[in-house]
């Protein structure tokens, strides 16, 4: 992949400093996100106040429960497609009929959380402009600015000839396994659509708003040695070789020194090795027994890789087979295996035509232009998996801290600027014809 300059993914768009005052449907649907703000926030917090860990499947069903009335009053229809047998709850899909021969819109979140039934942090609270609970930024606050937004639309005329499916899948922050099965009605949706927004969180650098055009990959990997083993007064001997972890430490230095190009990273996070070692079912756990004076046998490393790219990361891939293939003193047996993970999402040119667009409505609304993010700054999601698809973009959900962790706390007003947002760059791609 060619290295993309920092510079290369800033995309200028200027926003007059004067612009005239929203005048009709636009004017309405704001007028409208401003009106209902106290409905909303009801709707959020009914939300937020009932668990839905990505594990409590009941939980997020009835989050499920909560959503669904509040969008067939819009007119749209809901489909749940069961996921137990990824060990998860299942998806909620929402869907609004419009014009024919419209573009088809994908929105893009999730019903679960980071919150477990256990966790000491349950309860949504609302101080001042602030809003904390489980949940209230990732996703839920997504779904709030998403009804919100829809809600305008309706009120203003222009969600009749919208084509609009909102997939709200039960597990984003832990995905079912496999994750083929898992997200397979998600990619199929892709397909079948022309451009995704995905409603998790807004970016914020300086205080300013970002548009985020790009996300990295997520891809863990497991690295297993074998090795002659012995009595430790042989080691390095023409015999028995250096062991096991000494070649893994040639291997990992080996990534290090050789991987490291733009966008690309690569963390080793668990280690282990002696005369035995091996990876817990759950693949988060890493052990090893054995004694000072035995050289080790085996080891196991497990650590995740993110790219930019497909290509950029098939390349990696291959880069770290070819470092594992190497020969090294005594061992015997070598291996790294990788697991599907999240795909990277490309900032293309598509996705940045997109950005112009929600410019556009930053004009008309008096805001300053958006600038996209440096993809550095921003995880893997759910909209990585249909990136290769449908153009995309990320971030019009609100602006939140602590996100994942006790306290999470969500700015209320950027719900508001985000509902607005949404209503009218909806509006506008929902006018747009269909090239297919």
């Known amino acids: ?23 009709g449907p636009d004017a309405k649907m704001i007028a409208t996100v401003d009106a209902e703000q106290a409905k909303t926030l009801k709707f959020l917090e009914t939300m937020v106040n009932q668990n839905s860990g990505s594990r409590n499947l009941e939980g ?24 137990e047998q990824t060990g998860r709850a299942g998806h909620l899909v929402l ?35 602030k809003a904390t609970g489980p949940g209230v930024g990732d996703d839920k606050g997504g779904i709030a600015v998403i009804l919100a937004a829809v809600r305008a639309m309706q009120a203003a005329g222009t969600l009749k000839n919208a084509n609009i499916e909102v997939f709200l899948t039960g597990d984003e922050e832990e995905a079912g396994s ?57 080691v390095w001997g023409e015999r028995a070789g250096d062991g096991a972890i000494y070649a893994a430490a040639k291997i990992v ?20 090795g002696g005369a035995e070692a091996e990876v817990a079912e759950d693949n988060a756990h890493v052990s090893a027994q054995g004694k000072t004076n035995i050289i080790a046998g085996k080891v196991v490393a497990r650590g995740d890789l993110r790219t930019l790219s ?23 047996s070598a291996r790294i295996e990788f697991s599907e993970g999240y795909p990277p999402m490309a900032p293309t040119d598509g996705n940045k035509a997109l950005l112009a667009k929600l410019n556009q409505v930053n004009a008309t609304m ?36 602590g996100d994942h962790a006790p306290g999470e706390t969500v700015d209320v007003p950027s719900i508001w600027t985000q509902a607005k947002r ?7 791609l929902a006018t747009e014809k269909s090239a297919r």
């Not at 060619?2 to 007059?16: D, K, M, N, W």
């Not at 609004?96 to 919150?115: Q, R």
């Not at 998996?385 to 801290?401: C, I």
Request: charged share 20%.
């Open 1 to 23: 992949m060619r290295p993309i300059a920092a510079a290369a993914l800033s995309v200028a768009f200027a926003c007059g400093a004067a612009h005239a005052a929203p005048a």
């Open 60 to 83: 997020v069903r009835k989050v499920r429960d909560i959503v669904v009335p509040e969008f067939t009053a819009l007119g749209f229809a809901a489909r749940w497609i069961p996921m």
């Open 366 to 401: 008096g805001l300053p232009a958006m600038q996209p993010l440096d993809p550095m700054k921003r995880g893997a999601g759910d909209i990585s998996f249909v990136a290769e698809y449908v153009d995309g973009l990320v971030g019009l959900g609100p602006h939140s801290t």
């Open 422 to 428: 949404a209503a009218l760059l909806m509006t506008r």
């Open 95 to 129: 869907t609004h009929k419009g014009k024919k021969g419209a573009k088809k819109l994908l929105l893009i979140g999730h019903l679960d959380t980071v919150f477990e039934p256990d966790s000491p942090f349950q309860t949504y609270v609302l101080q001042g402009d």
């Open 178 to 234: 496999p994750p083929e099965v898992a997200r397979a009605d998600l990619v199929a949706a892709a397909k079948a659509a022309h451009v995704a927004l995905d409603f998790e969180g807004l970016s914020r650098e300086d205080g300013k708003d970002m548009g985020s055009i790009a996300r990295r990959s997520s891809q863990s990997w497991t690295l297993t040695i074998e090795a002659k083993s012995g009595h430790s007064s042989g």
């Open 253 to 272: 230095n080996a990534l290090r020194e050789e991987l490291p190009e733009p966008y690309l990273t690569l963390n080793v996070g668990l280690i282990a």
């Open 310 to 332: 497909p290509e950029q990361n098939r390349n990696a891939m291959r880069k770290m087979e070819g470092i594992v293939a190497r020969t090294f003193p005594g061992v015997t």
